[in-house]
């Protein structure tokens, strides 16, 4: 059973940076390509970031690229998204996938705001 846990948000000011973590398990990490996507307060889902099995081939959406890194921990089990310059507009609730089925964590809350 596929179980990802998403920790790592809270509420900072613009400029900041935080780091959301992924914490997987039921299922071999190391084989499966994995992606951020978030939602904002009234909109849809929107994908932030995604990365292959091996860790390498990352790709973000224009709106973050430059400021995130998304990276990953086979041994850990464990997939980030490093944040900086974090602006209002990213205020969301931030969720790690499997990009092959879309299951999902709960997520984690980013507030930007000063």
């Known amino acids: 059973q596929v179980h990802l846990v998403e920790s790592g948000g809270g509420l900072v000011q613009p400029g900041a940076s935080l780091r959301l973590s992924c914490a997987a398990s039921g299922f071999a990490f190391k084989f499966y390509n994995m992606k951020w996507v978030r939602q904002a307060p009234g909109k849809g889902l929107e994908w932030v970031s995604s990365?292959?099995?091996?860790?390498?081939?990352?790709e973000y959406a224009n709106s973050v690229k430059g400021r995130f890194t998304i990276s990953r921990d086979n041994a850990k089990n464990t997939l980030y998204l490093q944040m900086d310059s974090l602006t209002p507009e990213d205020t969301a609730m931030y969720f790690c996938e499997r990009s092959v089925d879309s299951s999902r964590g709960q997520g984690t809350q980013v507030t930007v705001s000063s």
């Open positions: 990365i292959n099995a091996n860790g390498d081939e990352p």
